[in-house]
């Protein structure tokens, strides 16, 4: 066997790098595959979801402050109690989106939003027949809270997974959901307030998070579920981190 000349090798080299660049281009092709209409619904979906869900939390504030100057406007206990709600909406979300993220990627993203849309209709429903801020601060801010928390953690992350570039982007317009729903609910609610009552706009507030809800829950999906996802698969190692270690704690409190 005669050895190979220089020619030869730089011949072969060539010839891999060449097969390199072939093969490359049609595996990042073969993810790109993912139909614009598809990826851009489930932006739409997930924007609305949030725009829905943290919107009503953003308003909350035109019903307390009604509720403090009108309904319980000589009863100080009361309205220190209608303090609270807006706290248990945000602990309830931050506590249920923890285990929401799992359930979401093992089982359905779609059915998870379902389920959690109409939690929040519940909660607003019960909300428009309490009489007692502590009654409020069970429908309103634990039950509505609840909903919420199993909406916002999978329609923050299913928009990235369709997404091999721009991700951020993504992921950036579907939390804008965040205060645009602030924006268009809060001033709604004012509105609802000042030429119904608190317990009709709660209920006419039911009424759209199901139906608009609803429609969203349909496009809110992910390429591939991770059905072999378990806790244990959880990388607790990072909590060595120091640095990871503090941000969290900072998060947290």
């Known amino acids: 066997m005669e050895p190979f000349d220089e020619k030869d090798i730089a011949t072969l080299a060539a010839d891999d790098v060449s097969t390199a660049d072939t093969t490359s281009p049609s595996t ?31 308003s909350w504030g035109v019903q307390q402050e009604y509720l403090a100057n009108n309904t319980y406007k000589d009863e100080p206990k009361k309205i220190e109690t209608l303090s609270y709600i807006g706290t248990l ?14 359930i979401a990627e093992v089982w359905s993203y779609r059915n998870l939003c379902f389920i959690g849309v109409v939690v929040m209709a519940v909660g607003q429903v019960l909300a428009s027949f309490c009489s007692e801020p502590w009654q409020l601060c069970i429908t309103q801010g634990i039950v509505f809270g609840v909903g919420i928390g199993l909406v916002f953690g999978p329609t923050s992350t299913a928009p990235a997974g369709w997404f091999t570039k721009r991700r951020g982007l993504a992921t950036g317009i579907t939390v804008a959901g965040v205060g645009v729903g602030g924006l268009v609910i809060a001033p709604l609610t004012e ?15 039911a009424i759209y998070i199901l139906v608009l809800g609803t429609i969203s ?13 378990s806790f244990r698969s959880f990388n607790w190692r990072e909590f060595k981190n120091r640095r990871f270690a503090v941000h969290a704690a900072m998060v947290f409190f």
Not at 28 to 55: M, N, W
Not at 89 to 102: C, T
């Open 191 to 205: 509105f609802l307030v000042r030429t119904t009552s608190v317990a009709w706009s709660q209920r006419i507030t």
């Open 89 to 102: 909406m945000f602990f309830s979300l931050y506590l249920w989106g923890m285990p929401a993220g799992w």
């Open 28 to 58: 990042t092709d073969e993810i790109k595959e993912h139909p614009r209409y598809t990826r851009y619904l489930v932006i739409a979906s997930c924007f609305t979801i949030q725009g829905l869900s943290c919107g009503v939390v953003h």
């Open 217 to 229: 829950c349909w496009f809110v999906r992910v390429p591939t579920q991770n059905t072999h996802r």
